[in-house]
């Protein structure tokens, strides 16, 4: 056996490059990651299953066993760095038939590639030697021309991932097909701009503070030459533009991105400070990639780049506002403890992160690293807000293109296996602002004689732009319809003919309006309908329901044998808490509840429902918040987040206690969200929901779930007052049109096999009030691998692809318009 401090060599087989490390720091590391990191959720259960349970040193020794190297860590390192002489990312690393997880292998890189500097790569020798490659002689010259057009610069972190991730180089290493033309240069028009300023929607602006990036996202804008050379704005552009924000009330939000705001801390500093005084703007937000590529920016001095931000937001809430921070991940493989760690950090410290996601061909396109990204993301503390599809049309990106109904069905995908907390909104950002597809907008019909464009159905119109960017009328690529919203022609390909919608029409018949309603009418039923919700396959238990493959509703008073249910399933991730009467009664029960789970690793979220949180909000008191923040663990490591279900109507129910109390548990990083049912005559027009979607996001609460049917009190109102198809469509054109992105509930019908969003995972099938809907995600085989015995119950037909089609009550269809 070789000594401890016995030099090794790596020896990178492409660059040729040669390294030396010693056996000490490379078993110091190992065990290290082991000790810290060797959990199911991040290692993977097989891994797992090899190191098991225990201290760093006990789990190196398992692992040295299963290797072939008992004993022999010498021996075990000189094949791992061999292999990773020669990784590029393409293929896993196996030494005995045991493969290294990807994390894993990032601590190892640590110590073989230290360091968090930025290179650029200016040569095609230097982009070999920095990414351990190798290009065929014939490639030369083109690869050259690819790096004089679109520089490339990488920071030491994503070097490391590159080396042992295909789908992380994927984003940053330069290729080839860079150089076809097709595409644009910029994905807007350049409408909305006005120095720092761009103002494409009347609420909310965005400052653009830093025109370049720490790296450049191959996918991405920055890399032209006229974005990435753009001049970098000075403080005092930065105050005019305040000025602007201040003379302007109907701006609430202002987005604060870049390139990287944070590469200009002057700037960063003006506008916070400067926006902090301006007494409309009510929240800011963040943007920043550098969580996933550079989290050093933010870890390094001892924090002092977060410790910053903590203390900004306190001040921003001092003044009733608030401060989020925007980020974005793609694939798993760009997940590291450093990122975790900084989510968790802020999200305690009652700052929301939330995540958006290009879809991109080829790389997070089939679903499953979806979920697996997105669990991760949300044990850290993490809101999953964006799925952008497809990736937008740039010059030489064309690989990254995906056609539209790829993006759905991930959708579907989503639906059927992840927890419907961490279900991103999934829209498409069109020229002339975002839509949320078959809700807000869709596809309307192919763009006669170009078969590169499709007309999209966007929410805008013209009026809505006449205030603050009239010139958005003029564009030649737009069209007004009959319902007098704008189609937009957009740069992407359908895949499905079936997804083109065609136009709404106008709303056939009319009738009598009914006359609204008030709460008041509908709040008996509430109570009554109350307790856990159906089961969509046999638990066996009377106290424990299965709604979904990774959730169950629980009863507070649980037996064990619900316990060992769960923890006898791994996919079950969240478990809901429905206590008799509320979970401000049962705050004993569920801290028994919790303290099971924590043996659970698989579960990484409890979900507490009150309605006491909106009626009776004084029953909070600070003795019960500090109980419930004390269960709450938002860690890297088996997190198991503590999150409050709540329920409202309408606008009129918030009042200034409710956000009192959502900032007293969101600054404990617990996060409050709302579910609401759609009812007829009480809340089902568009301004009642835009009105509840702007009041609760003023308040810190999230709008989670718009239920259009489903919900007992719905089953029980809405067959005597119908909900109409029709206005569900109205109402998602308005919130998106009219209130932040951040408002936009995610529109759901809730059945008896388990829950679909209106429009994307499910179709409306039959006529007025004779309704059924197909349930796309679902087919037998996803209920028997919960539940072997299951059959369909007697009401559920089956289409002859196998989906379910599911009778539903309370809603009213109006047209022969699919969504309508
Ligand atoms: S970090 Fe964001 S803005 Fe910068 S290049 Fe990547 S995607 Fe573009």
Redesign the pocket.
Known sequence: MLERNTELNVVFEHSGEEIQVTLESLVAALNDFLDHYGVKSLVGPSFYGIIQAGEGQAKVARLLEACGYPDRPDGFFAELLAKLGKADGTGPIVINDVELPHLLLMAILEVILPGERFLSIRSTEQLEKVTNTRLADGDRANMQAVLDTYPVRLSMHTIRQMRVSRDVAYQYMPFLEELDPAGHTNTWIGQFHQGLLEQMYENRVIFLLNMS?P???R?????HKESRNEANPTPADVQKAIEHVANSPSIKEIVIT???PFMNRKNMATAIDGLMEVKHVQCLRLAT?SIA?YPHMFLSDDGELLRYLKRKNLELQDRGKRMEVAT?FIHPDEISPQSLEIISDLVRSGIAVYVQTPFLNDCNDQGPELVRLFSLLRGAGAELHYIYIPCSPIHGNTVYWAPISKGLAAGGYLRAHLSDRVIPRICTATPIGKMDWNSSGWAVEPVAENDNFIWIRSPYTPDYFKQFAPIANELENIRVNEEGTIDIQYMAQIGDESLFLGPRPLRLGGGMTPQPETTDAVLPLLTECGGIAPSIVQTGSATLSRVHETRVEIDADAMDEDLYYIRGDERITDVVVVSKTDAVDSVSQIRRIVRALEETPHVNAVRLRSLAFNYQPERFTPAVIDQLAAMNRLTMVNPLRLEIETQFLTADELRPEHTRLARQLNNRGITVYANTPLLGRINDTAEAIHLLAYTCRQAGIEFHHLYVAGLPVQERWNRDNPVALYDVVDIATRVRREGSGREIPRYIIRTILGEVDFGLSSTIVGKDEALSVKLLPYDLSYFTAMAPDFAWPETVKEDPAGRPVVPVAGLLKTTDFALS
């Open positions: 990036c790296v450049y996202c996918f991405c804008f920055r890399k870049g390139g990287d990639r590529y974005h």
